[in-house]
């Protein structure tokens, strides 16, 4: 099979579908790979990076889209190259389509097969090729937040591990899932004071067992929060109730209640956020002021660190990838129902429940589609 890579062209993304490293396995497979000149440079990763992995390089978007028999991205396609996908043709990709009915209506329209990363699955009824951008967010978010507790960010000028004598900072962080628990633990590591709240008995006994005394762990309620905001340094939200815009937990009131140049993380910004003063940010502009707290609001983490990025992603999609080019969409997705589940459009018929419910379109089943 003929693989794409075309350089992603969503403004301020640095990421791309597949490393030099991941070429190679393809290669190694017996697949061809082509990738579009420059896509990896946003990784570090040269055009002479790609050929000594086996693939050979196009000049354009327009040629990899021609050839390839499946085109393998990070971002959803844009208006632009959802015009070039063709009939048949295999799109491996996050697509996130439920809130986006014009780039659904193009796919469909397009005829090609869709596969998102965002909803294939896995035993524990977890969202795999999802969880390492929440790992990412997650430990950045710690990071974004030190930095904005400094001077010069308009923070309050305290540093997150304090020093022997000065007491640590202290970090709230609200909703202990897989973006909640990797700020814990950067935070730990960094000997700050920290607070991991969230309202699932089980995430919450294991977050005890797992942290023990380097971290409290206390069910949410808006009583402990509108306590704890008061005197924290560095609070990030990290709360998602699924299918759902994440719940306003921190409102505009609390701000008030709290301690000039204190930091809002707000990780679950691309959900809405769950503090009220939310509003989404990049990374050219990532943080604003409200009542003198200042709020870190970027709706796409991960992208700061498109190495780190790109090179966790491939780690969870690369199997899928060589499946699919191995047995072909259909005998790939016969074999995983996990993968299966990652289909989401296939030959213009829609074949994903939630993406029909949400966007009002009719839709068949995946197995429909693969039989
Ligand atoms: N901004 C970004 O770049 C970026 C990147 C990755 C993920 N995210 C977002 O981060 C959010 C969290 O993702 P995740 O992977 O950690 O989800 P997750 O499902 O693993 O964890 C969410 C946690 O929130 C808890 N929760 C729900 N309601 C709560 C409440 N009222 N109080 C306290 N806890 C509550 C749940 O019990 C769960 O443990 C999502 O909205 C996700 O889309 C954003």
């Not at 000149?37 to 978007?61: C, E």
């Not at 396609?77 to 389509?97: A, D, F, N, S, W």
């Not at 699924?242 to 809002?264: D, E, I």
């Not at 003198?292 to 780690?315: E, F, K, Q, W």
Request: proline content about 5%; some cysteine; aromatic content about 4%.
């Amino acid at each position: 099979m003929l693989i794409g890579v075309p350089k992603e062209i969503k403004n301020h993304e640095y990421r791309v579908g597949l490393t030099p490293e991941s070429v190679a396995e393809l290669v190694h497979a017996g697949q061809k790979v082509v990738v579009e000149t420059g896509a990896g440079l946003g990784i570090g990763a040269d055009d002479k990076a790609y050929r000594a992995a086996g693939a050979t390089i196009s000049k354009t978007a327009v040629n990899i889209f021609k050839r390839a028999d499946m085109i393998v991205k990070v971002k959803e396609p844009q208006p632009v190259e959802c015009k070039m996908l063709r009939k048949g043709q295999i799109l491996y990709t996050y697509l996130h389509l439920a809130p986006d009915p014009k780039q659904t209506k193009a796919l469909l329209k397009s005829g090609c097969i869709g596969i998102a990363y965002e909803t294939v699955t896995s035993d524990g009824g977890e969202l795999p090729l999802l969880k390492p951008m929440s790992q990412v967010a997650g430990r950045l978010s710690i990071q974004a937040g030190a930095t904005a507790l400094q001077k010069e960010h308009k923070g309050r000028g305290v540093l997150l591990g304090g020093v022997p004598g000065v007491a640590p900072a202290k970090v709230v962080i609200i909703g202990g899932g897989v973006v909640g628990f990797n700020a814990a633990q950067m935070a730990v590591g960094l000997q700050a004071d920290v607070t991991i709240l969230d309202r699932d008995p089980d995430v919450m006994e294991d977050l005890s067992n797992y942290f023990k005394a380097s971290a409290k762990v206390l069910r949410s309620t808006p009583a402990v929060l509108a306590d704890l905001v008061r005197t924290a340094d560095l609070v990030v939200g990290a709360v998602l109730v699924p299918g759902a815009a994440a719940p306003k937990l921190v409102s505009r009131a609390m701000l008030k209640t709290m301690q000039p140049g204190a930091v809002l993380v707000d990780v679950a910004i691309d959900q809405g956020g769950c503090f009220e003063t939310s509003k989404a940010t990049t990374h050219a502009d990532p943080t604003y002021i409200v009542d003198d707290i200042v709020h870190y609001c970027v709706a796409n983490m991960p992208g700061a660190v498109a190495r780190t990025s790109t090179y966790a992603l491939n780690a969870v999609t690369l199997s899928h990838a060589k499946a699919i080019a191995r047995k072909g969409w259909k005998q790939a997705c016969l074999d995983n129902e996990h993968l299966k589940e990652g289909l989401n459009v296939a030959e213009g018929k829609l074949t994903y429940a939630a993406v029909g419910d949400a966007l009002g379109l009719k839709y068949i089943s995946a197995d429909e589609a693969l039989t």
